[in-house]
């Protein structure tokens, strides 16, 4: 055996590491830090798909100069004392990976944008001797603007390290029979709780321009097969839309608010769900159950119920887990 000489840097031993990636979320709902994030977020080519030299004028002189004030209270109705709903979670769902997971397998978590960023906890992990990495970006449906940012994003770190490691993507997961599965518990479980018996289901996904169909995005058809599949295997209608429009591009339809307001008016039973998010965050906790409830009721409704998404629940972590599993197969 060949001993390292003493001037030898330390070398850790090798181990394996998986990095769970979510969108996003500003450090304090405050304008400021929303501020910062909002910068960051919209001004990803892929993000908003508009020439640099059209948007950055509107970005930086219009929408960072009014949007971060209402955005923060937005936040503020959300946040909690552990921060970031979407980080918290996040954090928790990291925490349990681990352990489900084991010593042999380092686990850890980043935001696309904000804190903590994916480079640093990267960096993280190699040091930690982890020279094999899963990304997993926690999007079950794939979209330009959400899991190819990750993909970005990573290469454009590994294209500053000399020395980098092995990498494995965690594939969109849509019609993954695990995913379904622990989908329609979770909805199985949110309406049995209800005080009400919902005649109406409605998934709500983020909403993406129309134009990105048309280009070539998979997201709408992954969206609408995860809701059939849904629908199949709890034995009930789920009807679809699509939240968070932005601009004046048209978006895919139907609307989540309009959709909300129609249902009102025709005096539905409504419990809605956001099967395109792993964690709760801005847009579920307050887009949908607080203003989508605001919307539901103006329009004379009057039960609604937000079930929440699969977060670091048993069913949600069984399914993160098997995902996580199958894609380290052969590495150990």
């Not at 508009?50 to 937005?74: D, E, F, M, V, Y």
């Not at 899991?147 to 970005?152: C, N, R």
């Not at 290469?155 to 989908?183: E, N, S, V």
């Not at 591009?249 to 307001?261: G, Q, S």
Request: proline share 8%; with cysteine.
């Amino acid at each position: 055996m060949i001993e390292r000489p003493p001037s030898h840097p330390a070398v850790p031993a090798p181990r394996i590491g998986v990095l769970l990636v979510n969108l996003g979320t500003p450090d304090a709902p405050e304008p400021g830090p929303v501020r910062r994030y909002l910068r960051e977020f919209l001004s990803d080519r892929r993000v908003v798909e508009i020439p640099s030299l059209l948007w950055q004028p509107i970005l930086r002189g219009i929408i960072l100069n009014t949007r971060p004030k209402k955005s923060a209270h937005a936040y503020a109705q959300v946040w909690t004392d552990e921060g970031s709903p979407l980080a918290a979670i996040t954090r928790r769902q990291a925490g349990a990976l681990q352990a489900a997971l084991g010593d042999d397998v380092r686990v850890s978590w980043a935001m696309r944008y904000g804190a903590p960023a994916i480079g640093g906890a990267i960096d993280e992990l190699v040091g930690e001797g982890c020279r094999r990495i899963l990304i997993a970006p926690l999007y079950p449906q794939y979209c330009a603007a959400t899991t190819a940012t990750v993909v970005d994003a990573v290469g454009a770190h590994l294209a500053r390290l000399r020395w980098q490691p092995t990498l494995r993507f965690l594939p969109p997961y849509h019609d993954d029979p695990a995913y379904i599965a622990a989908l329609a518990a979770s909805v199985e479980a949110g309406v049995a709780a209800l005080d009400f018996a919902p005649d109406t289901l409605v998934a709500s996904f983020h909403g993406m321009p129309e134009r990105t169909l048309h280009l070539g995005d998979p997201y709408h058809c992954q969206c609408v097969k995860s809701a059939r599949l849904l629908s199949e295997a709890i034995g009930r209608p789920v009807e679809i839309a699509f939240q968070s429009r932005f601009g004046r591009a048209k978006w895919l339809e139907p609307a989540t608010d309009a959709l909300l307001e129609r249902l009102g008016r025709e005096g539905r039973r409504v419990a809605i769900f956001a099967p395109g998010f792993s964690a709760d965050c801005l847009e579920t906790l307050e887009e949908l159950a607080i203003r989508g409830k605001e919307q539901f009721e103006a329009a004379c409704g009057r039960d609604f119920a937000y079930l929440g998404c699969l977060n670091d629940t048993p069913p949600g972590m069984a399914m993160l887990e098997a995902l996580v599993r199958r894609e380290l197969a052969g590495w150990h």
